[in-house]
């Protein structure tokens, strides 16, 4: 074309081929690009999943925690608010110095991957990318800080009560060595007693036990309050996984969702719900009746459950709803909830 004079032409064609590589290079960008968006999706998706079932299994840890931490401020409250402290059996003395160990861990393994790869949100919903760094970056600091400031003073408690003071022997009831420890248990326990009751009612042991029981009190709120925090988060985690896979499961009962009321069962309802279940790994278990109290027996343990609708129990010591199912009238099975769903059916 040039030698023809043609140099129009030839600059046409010129422009021509820029355009056609320029859009050969879009086009491939793009592609890549997108290849680059569906695995960051699909990234995205896999760990806010993963993340999901940490928070989760967190939300029933925390539940388990609240719960005997709770039974315990209210064992010890009662002891407390007795008339006189020299009355009571030894039982309720040991209720008002029990020692709570209340360590535990939310997980981080997820978001801690997550900061390692260098990424720094899990999908385009802003939100929620906002919620998560809130939650591990604000919320969970907090709480470990909390946590570890309540450890440590739990620890420091202990410390005193088994090295320091000289009124309670903690090991009055050992077997082990029968030469430092020959009286007869009844003597032990009557000599235990009678050492608490010495210490409880000391000025320093006083200050003592109400200052555990203040710090009792700071841990349930610290702890209700990180499961509030991470029941809203768990729900706008599955908000998210449910746009992007609308045929996901629901998320399992929370502990947060429920009250219980236990209501009165007669002793002849009761026993209908007795006998030997098996479970889905091919154990057994029992439910047995001790008079208007109804038990799940499981490897020689045994564990009270209480109504509070009809065929409907639950357990005050965790989460763990129980629904028994009938068939023509007679039960047939039973579904327990705790973190998902497990059926029990009914042998005999």
């Keep these: 074309m040039l030698t023809e004079n043609k140099f129009s032409k030839y600059l046409l064609y010129a422009i021509g081929e820029i355009i056609l590589v320029v859009i050969g290079i879009l086009i491939a960008l793009q592609l890549n690009t997108a290849k680059e968006n569906k695995e960051k999706s699909e990234l995205g998706y896999k760990y806010l999943t993963e993340m999901r079932q ?6 029933f840890m925390l539940d388990t ?5 709770d039974i315990s401020i209210k064992n010890q409250e009662a002891s407390l608010h007795t008339k006189s402290i020299a009355t009571l059996p030894l039982d309720s003395l040991l209720m008002i110095m029990d020692r709570q160990n209340i360590d535990l861990n939310i ?3 997820t978001f801690n991957r997550m900061k390692n790869l260098g990424l720094t949100s899990l999908s385009n919903n802003d ?12 919320e969970l600091v907090f709480f470990k800080r909390a946590m570890s400031f309540i450890y440590e003073n739990t620890k420091q408690y202990s410390h005193y009560l088994t090295y320091e003071q000289e009124i309670i022997d903690f090991r009055l009831n050992e077997v082990e060595f029968p030469t430092l420890y020959s ?3 009844e ?3 009557s000599i235990n007693r009678l050492n608490r009751i010495n210490f409880i009612t000391s000025i320093k042991g006083r200050h003592l036990i109400l200052q555990d029981l203040e710090q009792r009190r700071y841990s349930l709120q610290v702890l209700n309050g990180m499961q509030k925090q991470s029941v809203k988060f768990l729900k706008s985690i599955y908000a998210e996984l449910k746009i992007l896979n609308p045929k996901m499961e ?3 009962l929370l502990p947060t969702e429920m009250d219980f009321k236990e209501i009165d069962v007669s002793t002849k309802v009761l026993k209908t719900y007795t006998g030997k279940y098996l479970t889905e790994s091919k154990d057994t278990l029992n439910v047995i009746q001790e008079g208007k109290r ?3 027996e499981f490897d020689s343990k045994k564990t009270e459950i209480f109504p509070y609708e009809e065929d409907k129990f639950f357990m005050k010591d965790f989460f763990a709803p129980i629904e028994f199912k009938k068939e023509e009238g007679k039960i047939t099975s039973f579904t327990l909830s705790n973190n998902g769903k497990f059926d029990f059916k009914k042998l005999d």
């Design 65 to 69: 925690h609240i719960r005997r931490l």
């Design 187 to 189: 003597t032990r326990d």
């Design 54 to 59: 940490e928070v989760q299994n967190d939300i």
């Design 250 to 252: 629901p998320l399992p």
């Design 107 to 109: 997980s981080e393994l």
């Design 294 to 296: 109804i038990y799940v």
């Design 127 to 138: 939100s929620l990318n906002s919620k998560i760094s809130n939650y591990y970056n604000n």
């Design 183 to 185: 009286q007869p248990k």
